[in-house]
């Protein structure tokens, strides 16, 4: 029977070809869709999920309460870990690292900058990395050894073996290879190239061994023994510093290593998302776009019914049962959901390449996990059986005797149900039109909105090598200004898109002793402002006419939350030191643009580190052959490292990643949704032609115009849409309304992606109606009515 079932069912598909195209090229197209945004759901998800113990391990985050509101950040102080490894009955390991990293690394005449990371030994039995070569027991005891992960050591030694070789950091310290690890998958959370001991970075940073509760500058890293001892854990390691250090006030908590990547969103002191709600979009979109192919299956099918009723009729008449025939059209669809499934396959392993460019991550297709085929066989026979029920309950209920009299089929209920997935169809088309408006306004909003400073032509230098030196950085100053090649030059303590570095240690008069407040913390070098293109409200800058050693400047943020009516000579306390207040600065952005920017206080860059080089380059200038003359001198002075440099403009454009990424990936899988609601509604408009033929056969005999008949036909598809963008407006309203909130800037839902939503919807469902439409009202009336 079953054997039967398949001939007949091949027979149809082959017999009427262009409804097999259209029905199962949407649903190759919905099943595409789908798999690309699981890959990518899955590949977010499965984020630190590769080590052996994920779920006992926990990273250490740090609650600070200043500003009137708790900051949470997975910075702790070095103290912390062996604190709790020796105290904590329910922890298994605590480990220290330091933050990624890239430095110097060389091997002879090889010299590459790479990720590096300082971890304690324990790091590696918390994340057990696959070791190629070494012994994981010993691995970083030794204060002046390395491990390599397979990429970097094939970069380093080629073919050669390079266990027990030696190699250089930062042209100082010789280390010796120990061990060989595998590349790090691109799902981790942390990455680097090459490992070395906490002990070496004590020895290269001692002021990490002077700094107590109050420094927080390292990832802690815990393993429980059993992660049912969270929440006592969690009690325990609460008031942590308070314990050992009375006068601070920070609290700590565990938050699940596997979690750290999609739950990074924190609001007093608890988790409240983060790329997790990003994910659950996308899952949403793909469980519609399916959705929506499986609605234009049942519209095509049921399109066809006249031609299949006599079919139906005359199986009846001979015995057959309704189950077999349900079973005969289940079969069909799954038939064309395998056949979908292969294409959909095939287009997937087409449009990864470009996906991942797009994303700049790594989806694959993991032939050899049985879950991922497991997934595949189960998204088939959810969409024929989805796909196929409809029309199969539909077709077989048909009465054999009125279908052989030629009597007409009884449609009006199922027209209503068709008319429904319809809307379903636009509605979903319509709100992703408004989304995908809203998001693209909200992010040229933030990009255009003033940032405080000119990022134009503005070009960070990383100080590395013999530029740590103030007398070369000097003399690369003046022989960039006099190159001509740029027109101002500054100094700032890090990257100017960077985050981090902050401090409470501040008072000043009439400060109340309760309040705590938090400042971010930067060095700049003379001429910062010139440089940056910003502007001082009051007083002035560093500049080399003057002694600022105590001197320090503040940003309006700053002034506005201390209180001070003219600050300009008021003298603070910054710890033990008395500083004087020499100026104030306009607000600019240096962490996140679509927040409030935060309080800040510079203090002269020297005092601490340069971390960068601003180079204002002449506009005057090619930037191409500016660029290269800048790296002929820069090398010049500094031959042992390559130039690292970046422009500020483009490392500024990383911080919209998230969202370009969430405009992107909805631009194009809302246009799939749209082209597959499109083949919903020409199946629509192919089941009235098939029922509407005799009226509009009679209507051209009676003088009808081909206008006429366009206008009676596309005139219910207009409201179908209409109604359609009715319901979707308040949903889309809602969505984008939360999405925005959480946003301090943003921009006003204004009336216009509602107007592009409708307008959109309505051109094509005319133009998609009209190429049936057209045809119909062409046809010669004769052949509708020639049996009447």
Known sequence: MFKLNLKIALRNLWRNKGFSLINIGGLAIGLASCMVLLLYINYEYSYDRQYKNYAKTYVAYTNMEANGKTFSWAWTPGLLAPNIADNMSEVEYAARSTYPNQQLISYGDKKIKSISLFADPSFLKILNYHFLSGNPDKALNNVNSVILTKSLA?????????????????????????????????????????????????????????????????????????????????????????????????????????????????????????????????????????LIACVNFMNLSTARSEKRAREVGVRKAIGSSRKSIIYQFLLESLMMAFISAIIAFILVEISLPYFNNLLNIKLVIEYHNWKYWATLLWLVLFTGIIAGSYPAFFLSSFDPVKVLKGFGIQTGATFSIRRILVVFQFVFAACLIICTAVIYQQLNYIKNKPIGYNNSNLVELYIQGNLKNSKKQELLKQQLLNSGLATHISTFSMSLANGGNNTSDLSWPGKNPNDKVLFNERGTGNDFVKTVGTKMIAGREFSAGFKDTSN???????????????????????????????????????????????????????????????????????????????????????????????????????????EKLLGTLSNWFGGFAIFISCLGLLGLALFMAEQRKKEISIRKVLGASTANILTLLNKDFIKLVAIANVVAFPVAYLVINKWLSAFEYRVDISFWPFALAITISLLIAILTVSIQSVKVAKANPIDALKYE
Not at 187 to 195: A, K, P
Not at 224 to 229: A, I, K, Q
Not at 614 to 642: E, F, T
Request: hydrophobic fraction near 40%; include cysteine; proline fraction near 5%.
């Open 154 to 290: 094939k970069k380093l030694f080629g073919s050669e073996d390079p266990i027990n070789k030696s190699l250089k950091l930062d042209n100082q310290d010789v280390l010796k290879v120990e061990a060989v690890i595998d590349d790090l998958p691109a799902n981790s959370s942390i990455v680097f190239e090459y490992i070395m001991p906490w002990k070496l970075f004590e020895k290269r940073e001692p002021w990490t061994l002077k700094n107590g509760w109050g420094s927080n500058f390292c990832l802690t890293l815990v393993q429980l023994r059993n992660s049912n001892l969270l929440d006592q854990a969690n009690a325990t390691i609460k008031n942590i510093y308070r314990r050992n250090q009375s006068n601070i006030t920070n609290t700590s908590f565990l938050h699940p290593f596997a979690e750290w990547h999609l739950y990074n969103e924190f609001e007093n002191g608890k988790t409240i998302g983060g790329k997790i709600d990003q994910l659950r979009i996308f899952f949403l979109l793909a469980f519609c776009i399916l």
């Open 552 to 658: 320090i400047i503040f940003n309006e943020a700053a002034i506005k939350i201390m209180g001070l009516k003219n600050p300009v000579g008021s003298v603070i306390s910054w710890g033990d030191r008395k500083c004087t207040i020499i100026g104030v600065m306009k607000d600019f952005v240096v962490e996140s643009p679509y927040r409030k920017v935060d309080p800040m206080v510079f203090y002269p860059s020297y005092l601490n580190s340069v971390g960068v080089m601003l180079i204002k380059l002449s506009p005057s200038q090619n930037v191409s052959s500016s660029i290269a003359r800048l790296d002929a001198i820069v090398k010049d002075i500094n031959p042992d490292y390559p130039v690292d440099k970046g422009f500020v403009n483009q490392s500024f454009e990383a911080k919209f990643q998230n």
